[in-house]
């Protein structure tokens, strides 16, 4: 059986929208970043990177001769993609269609949001520039998307694919937090038709009873909480 390693935020959610989507069996292991669980040697020994969703797939072997491991979400839907046949089109356009926008959403809309995240709800002092700043990259994401969306019905063309799982779950939950400076009727026309499926809210909403109040704003950010998500920089601080 597949064992996801995870905690309920966007990274690990488009996992678990694409596990549902291809009906697989998985197992969840959760990790609290809050607490520090990412930072514990059993965790680091599988993901040297300190961060979730990993995924442990025993129907393949990885270089060390053990179950395969692997971490970093995009590469994690791929994976399943190409294991399952789904939602990655054989069909080259369609395909670098697909991959150009899963890419685009590892590369920028997560970082930029994530980052944005950082300096709004976690970071020390107030730092009007930095927030500034990835504000309005959060802006000029969210236009692209939905202009985008205006001539097709899904992020790829006309097919679901994997570029709507690793989207969807960032623009939904953690972009309605910061209101878009301009309507954008074409991303909420694409919500609706991709909440028409099932799996989409299923994999959305999987444990996210388990989400701690302070990753959702709803109680204060600690020191405590900073040490574990950010220990190399507060010791670097402290040097
Ligand atoms: N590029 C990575 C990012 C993973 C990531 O940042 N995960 C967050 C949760 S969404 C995490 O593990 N944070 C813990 C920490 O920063 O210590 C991916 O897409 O898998």
Redesign the pocket.
């Known amino acids: 059986m597949l064992t996801l390693y995870f905690?309920p935020?966007?990274?690990?959610q488009k996992v678990t929208i694409m596990l549902k989507a291809i009906n697989a069996a998985f197992d969840t292991h959760k990790i609290d970043?809050l607490a520090g669980d990412?930072n514990e040697p059993d965790f680091v020994a599988i993901c040297p990177n300190?961060?979730?969703?990993v995924l442990v797939d025993p129907d393949f072997t990885g270089l060390d001769g053990k179950p395969l491991v692997i971490?970093?979400?995009?590469a994690i839907l791929i994976h399943l993609a190409e294991k399952s046949g789904q939602y990655l089109s054989a069909d080259p356009a369609i395909r670098a269609e697909t991959l150009k926008w899963v890419m685009w959403q590892?590369s920028y809309l997560?970082p930029m949001m994530?980052q944005l995240h950082h300096f709004v709800m976690y970071a020390p002092e107030e730092v009007p520039y930095a927030i500034d700043r990835y504000m309005s990259e959060v802006h000029r994401l969210r236009a692209l998307l939905n202009d985008t969306l205006e001539t097709r019905a899904f992020i790829a063309g006309d097919e679901m694919s994997i570029a709507d799982f690793a989207i969807y779950p960032w623009v939904k939950l953690f972009g309605m937090r910061y209101e878009p400076d301009r309507p954008l009727p074409h991303m909420e026309a694409w919500f609706t038709r991709m909440e028409e499926y099932a799996f989409v809210t299923e994999g959305l909403f999987h444990q996210v009873d388990t989400i701690r109040p302070e990753v959702v704003g709803n109680a204060p950010i600690t020191d405590e909480h900073r040490n574990a998500?950010f220990a190399s920089y507060q010791a670097k601080r402290q040097d």
């Open positions: 905690c935020t966007p990274n690990c970043i990412q300190k961060k979730v969703p971490w970093e979400s995009g590892m997560g994530g998500l």
